[in-house]
């Protein structure tokens, strides 16, 4: 017996699902008809970038040194790049935080372009050869999309395209397949060639989630919420292809730092601090023994107070940002801009401020002379790697003890900051990397083609841990009680010196010191059967 349907059968639900079947089904043939058939985009050197220059041999990738990679081992086409401005057309909260963060100018930043020039073209590696070449391996995380495409080469080889200002951009970590965190220097396999097809607005609109799993929606690809993913480029491994005279160097290790901290066993991923909407409200619970909820802001909140600090002269501020911001009038205007810059900074130094705690203990005087003595407890409270971490050549923290006796007389200072030279007191207590060339002379530029030696002049703080120093105060005889000790953690981004890189490569004099934030302040009165009547001589910071 032959079914009859009903004459009214498409105005039933199940009749409408049916035909909404049918013509997605139909769509999509039409779609499969309409698109070109894939096409290799990966660009061979040898074929396609006859001056693409590859002086490290066949047995490496074409961006060696870096550890980048795509599935295919050939270049990335620079005409397949997807630009962050066209991501802002549909996702414009994101793009603007991620305007104001410091992924966005991680090329265009003045003081990390020049240093990079310092070390290609200056430091006596890069001029002993092919120093571009070895500057791969600064911008694999810098200038990802740069050295993808074969940017990073002598000779022009591949156009100029909006995209190529944009530092990490979106669509470098939203294309990534794996990340190798150990090894660091940009190892991360990136397919963005593979997903150049499906970015037509037009496709992406018809399968918004074809579209999610194509740039690694979290649920499809669980690496963009693990701390692999930002540990590919927060670990830094100097190779000797890019100076022979030494092993691998490690100059940075936040990913290991992370990996054994406490954080790491309870499952708490750098994304979850970093990209949290609220990055110091969520350590602070984290400090309180809370699970907060996650949320999710692309301003990538970190450690770089002064490149996002809208006090700065406005023409100051954008000449060491690399220019106008990505998308400044297309996307939002100047005013926006500020706000949300500024709403980043807000939030970069309290996340700082929130890492540590201060503690400051008399101690018993020795017999041996009396000097008042104080323990300062230096407590990395809320950092999940060490504090500080980072390249630890330029990053940095210090005691500043200051005591005042009754009058408000200053009877003892260490560690005061020379506002003038842009230095603090060379007796001060540091938690700091120093690098000594092959000449065993300091290095203080940021040029790490030239490190030869490392030597931490204290070294830095794991995650939950405490430092103690143990501090003698060389007060007069004849000091009036009581008196006042104020003891202040300071945190400082970079040393005065790495601003020479700019004007070395003629860039122009920046006239600015590098200030320094305060973290931490403590003040502790000495009681006057503390003081004692000894006095002179310099106080010393040593470790219990």
Same mark, same amino acid.
């Given at each position: 017996?032959?079914?009859?349907?009903?004459?009214?059968?498409? @105005?039933?639900?199940?009749?409408?699902?049916?035909?909404?079947?049918?013509?997605?089904?139909? +769509?999509?043939? *039409? +779609?499969?008809?309409?698109?070109?058939? &894939?096409?290799?985009?990966?660009?061979? &050197?040898?074929?396609?970038?006859?001056?693409?220059?590859?002086?490290?041999?066949?047995?490496?990738?074409?961006?060696?040194?870096?550890?980048?990679?795509?599935?295919?081992?050939?270049?990335?086409? #620079? %005409?397949?790049?997807?630009?962050?401005?066209?991501?802002?057309?549909?996702?414009?909260?994101?793009?603007?935080? #991620?305007?104001?963060?410091?992924?966005?100018?991680?090329?265009?930043?003045?003081?990390?372009?020049?240093?990079? !020039?310092?070390?290609?073209?200056?430091?006596?590696?890069?001029?002993?050869?092919?120093?571009?070449?070895?500057?791969? #391996?600064?911008?694999?995380?810098?200038?990802?999309?740069?050295?993808?495409?074969?940017?990073?080469?002598?000779?022009?080889?591949?156009?100029?395209?909006?995209?190529?200002?944009?530092?990490?951009?979106?669509?470098?970590?939203?294309?990534?397949?794996?990340?190798?965190?150990?090894?660091?220097?940009? @190892?991360?396999?990136?397919?963005?060639?593979?997903?150049?097809?499906?970015?037509?607005?037009?496709?992406? *609109?018809?399968?918004?989630?074809?579209? $999610?799993?194509?740039?690694?929606?979290?649920?499809?690809?669980?690496?963009?919420?693990?701390? $692999?993913?930002?540990?590919?480029?927060?670990?830094?491994?100097?190779?000797?292809?890019?100076?022979?005279?030494? &092993?691998?160097?490690?100059?940075?290790?936040?990913?290991?730092?992370?990996?054994?901290? /406490?954080?790491?066993?309870?499952?708490?991923?750098?994304?979850?601090?970093?990209?949290?909407?609220?990055?110091?409200?969520?350590?602070?619970?984290?400090? %309180?023994?809370?699970?907060?909820?996650?949320?999710?802001?692309?301003?990538?909140?970190?450690?770089?107070?002064?490149?996002?600090?809208?006090?700065?002269?406005?023409?100051?501020?954008?000449?060491?940002?690399?220019?106008?911001?990505?998308?400044?009038?297309?996307?939002?205007?100047? *005013?926006?801009?500020?706000?949300?810059?500024?709403?980043?900074?807000?939030?970069?130094?309290?996340?700082?401020?929130?890492?540590?705690?201060?503690?400051?203990?008399?101690?018993?005087?020795?017999?041996?002379?009396?000097?008042?003595?104080? %323990?300062?407890?230096?407590?990395?409270?809320?950092?999940?790697?060490?504090?500080?971490?980072?390249?630890?050549?330029?990053?940095?923290?210090?005691?500043?003890?200051?005591?005042?006796?009754?009058?408000?007389?200053?009877?003892?200072? !260490?560690?005061?900051?020379?506002?003038?030279?842009?230095?603090?007191?060379?007796? @001060?207590?540091? #938690?700091?990397?120093?690098?000594?060339?092959?000449?065993?002379?300091?290095?203080?530029?940021?040029?790490?083609?030239? =490190?030869?030696?490392?030597?931490?002049?204290?070294?830095?703080?794991?995650?939950?841990?405490?430092?103690?120093?143990?501090?003698?105060?060389?007060?007069? /005889?004849?000091? %009036?009680?009581?008196?006042?000790?104020?003891?202040?953690?300071?945190?400082?981004?970079?040393?005065?010196?790495?601003?020479?890189?700019?004007?070395?490569?003629?860039?122009?004099?920046?006239?600015?010191?590098?200030?320094?934030?305060?973290?931490?302040?403590?003040?502790?009165?000495?009681? &006057?059967? =503390?003081?004692?009547?000894?006095?002179?001589?310099?106080?010393?910071?040593?470790?219990?």
């Amino acid at each position: 017996m032959r079914m009859k349907f009903p004459t009214h059968f498409f @105005a039933l639900p199940l009749g409408r699902f049916l035909l909404a079947l049918v013509c997605a089904l139909l +769509l999509a043939l *039409a +779609l499969g008809w309409l698109l070109p058939p &894939p096409v290799d985009l990966g660009v061979t &050197p040898e074929k396609d970038l006859p001056l693409y220059s590859n002086p490290f041999g066949k047995v490496h990738s074409p961006f060696y040194p870096a550890e980048l990679s795509t599935p295919d081992g050939k270049l990335v086409n #620079w %005409r397949a790049v997807q630009g962050a401005l066209n991501c802002g057309e549909c996702h414009l909260k994101e793009t603007l935080e #991620w305007a104001t963060s410091m992924h966005a100018i991680s090329d265009l930043d003045l003081v990390y372009d020049s240093t990079v !020039q310092e070390n290609t073209l200056a430091s006596r590696a890069g001029k002993a050869g092919h120093g571009m070449e070895k500057g791969r #391996w600064c911008e694999s995380c810098h200038n990802p999309l740069g050295v993808l495409t074969g940017a990073v080469t002598p000779a022009n080889s591949v156009q100029e395209i909006e995209t190529m200002e944009e530092g990490t951009a979106c669509v470098v970590c939203h294309a990534v397949n794996r990340a190798e965190p150990l090894a660091g220097n940009g @190892a991360l396999e990136i397919d963005i060639n593979g997903i150049f097809r499906y970015s037509h607005p037009a496709l992406i *609109a018809a399968a918004p989630s074809r579209h $999610a799993r194509d740039m690694r929606a979290r649920r499809s690809q669980p690496l963009m919420s693990d701390s $692999a993913l930002c540990g590919a480029c927060h670990t830094e491994i100097r190779p000797t292809s890019v100076n022979a005279m030494t &092993p691998p160097l490690n100059l940075q290790d936040t990913y290991s730092e992370w990996r054994q901290s /406490p954080y790491a066993k309870a499952g708490i991923q750098c994304q979850d601090c970093h990209m949290a909407a609220d990055p110091a409200g969520f350590v602070a619970a984290l400090k %309180r023994g809370e699970r907060p909820k996650k949320t999710v802001s692309h301003r990538f909140v970190g450690n770089n107070y002064l490149l996002s600090n809208t006090g700065l002269p406005a023409n100051l501020l954008s000449a060491l940002r690399g220019g106008s911001p990505p998308g400044l009038n297309r996307l939002y205007d100047r *005013a926006t801009f500020k706000k949300e810059l500024g709403r980043t900074n807000e939030a970069v130094v309290a996340l700082l401020r929130e890492a540590a705690e201060l503690q400051v203990d008399a101690v018993p005087s020795t017999p041996r002379d009396g000097a008042p003595r104080l %323990r300062v407890l230096v407590t990395n409270a809320g950092a999940g790697h060490a504090l500080p971490t980072g390249p630890l050549d330029q990053r940095y923290l210090w005691l500043e003890i200051e005591a005042k006796d009754a009058m408000g007389n200053t009877v003892f200072h !260490q560690g005061k900051f020379d506002e003038k030279k842009g230095e603090e007191d060379p007796n @001060a207590v540091r #938690w700091m990397k120093e690098v000594y060339d092959t000449s065993g002379r300091p290095e203080r530029r940021h040029l790490l083609f030239d =490190a030869y030696t490392l030597y931490y002049t204290r070294k830095p703080i794991s995650p939950r841990q405490t430092d103690t120093v143990d501090v003698r105060l060389a007060l007069p /005889p004849d000091v %009036r009680g009581p008196v006042t000790v104020d003891v202040r953690l300071w945190y400082r981004i970079a040393v005065q010196d790495i601003l020479q890189n700019i004007e070395n490569q003629g860039m122009g004099k920046v006239d600015v010191i590098i200030p320094p934030l305060l973290l931490k302040e403590v003040r502790h009165e000495l009681a &006057p059967r =503390a003081l004692s009547v000894h006095g002179g001589g310099n106080a010393r910071g040593e470790k219990s």
